[in-house]
């Protein structure tokens, strides 16, 4: 079974940054498209970034297009989102999974912007 912790959140004013960090254990990992979600307050889950399994195709909602950057490194098991020009509306709790959320969802890690 694959455990997938998200950790970086935290409370930035608008316009400002945070990187978001996703370990993921399992050998599967690497062969595996990833994907970054978030859930706002009242909010169905909606899938915000993802990453081929070898990192050299990413995409984007077009929400976040030139503000978000997902990444990935398969040597330490990981996904990062780094997040800049952040907007009160990107408010939610970010999950990472598979590109179509096929793992047991992590706890997630909770940002919050103010404006």
């Known amino acids: 079974q694959v455990r997938l912790v998200e950790s970086g959140g935290g409370l930035v004013q608008a316009g400002g940054s945070l990187r978001l960090s996703c370990a993921a254990s399992?050998?599967?990992?690497?062969?595996?498209?990833m994907a970054w979600y978030r859930q706002g307050p009242g909010k169905q889950r909606e899938l915000v970034a993802g990453?081929?399994?070898?990192?050299?195709?990413?995409n984007y909602v077009d929400s976040v297009k030139g503000r978000f950057t997902i990444s990935r490194d398969n040597a330490k098991n990981m996904v990062y989102l780094q997040m800049n020009s952040l907007k009160p509306e990107d408010t939610a709790v970010y999950y990472c999974?598979?590109?179509?959320?096929?793992?047991?969802w992590g706890q997630g890690t909770q940002v919050t912007v103010s404006s």
């Open positions: 399992g050998s599967l990992f690497r062969i595996i498209t």
């Open positions: 999974n598979t590109n179509r959320g096929s793992w047991s």
């Open positions: 990453i081929t399994s070898g990192g050299t195709t990413t």
